[in-house]
């Protein structure tokens, strides 16, 4: 057997091509090793992706957004070529631009993404340089955002929206926007980006990044209107969910002038701390230690009184359950939720009480949601380095 003992200095993709086969036996079997001149890629097995996006005309509607100028070079790639070939990269788990541009000795994957070749290194950097502004970023992709929820079937009952921000950290050369902020790794450079998703198909409607030292709920107006006014009219918005940092008065306000019901989660201040301690009338739910409370609760700076639905969790029947602790009353988690849906009846043992159960599961399924978009993101920018 011979083996290759250098590398090749070009970045053109290897011959693959064996002229003759060889047989060995071992363990009493016979093997036999034989070649073909079929190319053969390591990342074939995004084909299926690529055959999916090339169906649903994915790259002519990214390729009409992009903010480049045609090249007038003779042997230049077009901007969606590096586009395409950035995407293939960050699906085969490619951290850096160098690694990306390794694949220009794959020779199937020019095939397979229906691009001239690969782009370098340089021309990648080059590339991203073109997106220079939020305007222009906004500009190219808004409507392939609108495009994913386009693709969207109309439900009877509608879609929900869920509000979240996280920390990206980041680390290296310094970037636009990239300010130390506190994180869970202390106090970190990173960005704090908001984010839109469609709850029951569990995708990214809308993504603004902020500097890292932006508080949660920083332009959160602006970021929903804009969201409202590009969201696909076929699409009917049952509702928004939203955590503590989306607690706005401005925003509760916006909210209910649209008319769009929301369900968000309420910080424990100290009148709401001093309402769970006092004797309340709790009414069990069928979520095995849970139990919940209502009341009309009017806070500062708020026009009006809304509905604040009081959550406690028993921790020796739920000991995962997420909440807050009150030293002054043991044994228990605490959650507290604003909404502007309408109390329901419904039949108990008791007999019929208003319940906010079915909020409490609302809230729960907005936490699954939203916890595994924060857990891409985190994984994401705590193990790649920066491009």
């Known amino acids: 057997m011979l083996m290759k003992t250098f590398q090749s200095e070009d970045d053109s993709p290897l011959h693959q091509t064996v002229a003759r086969g060889y047989e060995f036996k071992t363990g009493g079997k016979a093997i036999a090793v034989g070649f073909t001149d079929q190319q053969l890629s390591a990342h074939a097995g995004s084909v299926t992706f690529w055959a999916w996006l090339h169906s649903a005309r994915w790259a002519e509607a990214m390729g009409r957004q992009l903010p480049h100028r045609e090249p007038a070079s003779n042997n230049h790639l077009l901007p969606l070529d590096k586009a395409l070939g950035f995407m293939h990269g960050v699906l085969c788990d490619a951290r850096k631009l160098t690694q990306?541009?390794?694949?220009?000795?794959?020779?199937?994957?020019?095939?397979?993404?229906?691009?001239?070749?690969?782009?370098?290194?340089?021309?990648?950097?080059?590339?991203?340089?073109?997106?220079?502004?939020?305007?222009?970023?906004?500009?190219?992709?808004?409507?392939?955002?609108?495009?994913?929820?386009?693709?969207?079937?109309?439900?009877?009952?509608?879609?929900?929206?869920?509000?979240?921000?996280?920390?990206?950290?980041?680390?290296?050369?310094?970037?636009?926007?990239?300010?130390?902020a506190y994180t869970r790794m202390g106090k970190k450079p990173c960005l704090h980006p908001l984010l839109a998703i469609v709850a029951e198909a569990r995708l990214v409607a809308q993504f603004w990044l902020r500097p890292g030292t932006a508080s949660c709920g920083s332009n959160a107006v602006a970021f929903f209107l804009d969201l409202w006014h590009h969201f696909p009219r076929h699409l009917r918005v049952k509702g928004v969910r939203a955590d503590c940092g989306f607690c706005l008065p401005e925003l509760l306000t916006l909210w209910e002038q649209l008319q769009v019901p929301y369900v968000v989660v309420m910080r424990l201040v100290q009148p709401v701390q001093y309402l769970l301690r006092s004797n309340?009338?709790?009414?069990?739910?069928?979520?095995?230690?849970?139990?919940?409370?209502?009341?009309?609760?009017?806070?500062?700076?708020?026009?009006?009184?809304?509905?604040?639905?009081?959550?406690?969790?028993?921790?020796?029947?739920?000991?995962?359950?997420?909440?807050?602790?009150?030293?002054?009353?043991?044994?228990?988690?605490?959650?507290?939720?604003?909404?502007s849906l309408p109390p329901a009846n419904r039949p108990w043992p008791c007999g019929t009480i208003t319940t906010a159960e079915p909020i409490v599961r609302t809230s729960s399924r907005s936490c699954s949601t939203v916890s595994l978009c924060r857990r891409c993101a985190c994984a994401d920018s705590g193990r790649r380095r920066p491009l």
Not at 101 to 117: M, S, T, W
Not at 316 to 322: S, W
């Open 100 to 180: 990306i541009a390794y694949f220009r000795r794959d020779p199937l994957v020019p095939e397979l993404l229906g691009i001239r070749r690969m782009a370098s290194q340089s021309s990648m950097s080059r590339f991203f340089k073109g997106f220079a502004s939020a305007g222009a970023n906004l500009s190219c992709f808004r409507p392939l955002w609108g495009w994913c929820l386009q693709r969207l079937p109309s439900r009877r009952e509608g879609y929900t929206i869920d509000l979240d921000s996280t920390k990206l950290l980041h680390s290296g050369v310094q970037q636009e926007g990239v300010q130390a």
């Open 280 to 339: 309340m009338v709790w009414t069990a739910t069928e979520l095995a230690g849970t139990e919940v409370s209502e009341l009309q609760y009017q806070g500062k700076g708020w026009a009006h009184p809304r509905r604040l639905i009081l959550v406690r969790h028993r921790l020796v029947e739920r000991p995962e359950a997420a909440g807050k602790a009150l030293l002054d009353v043991p044994g228990y988690v605490f959650q507290t939720l604003l909404t």
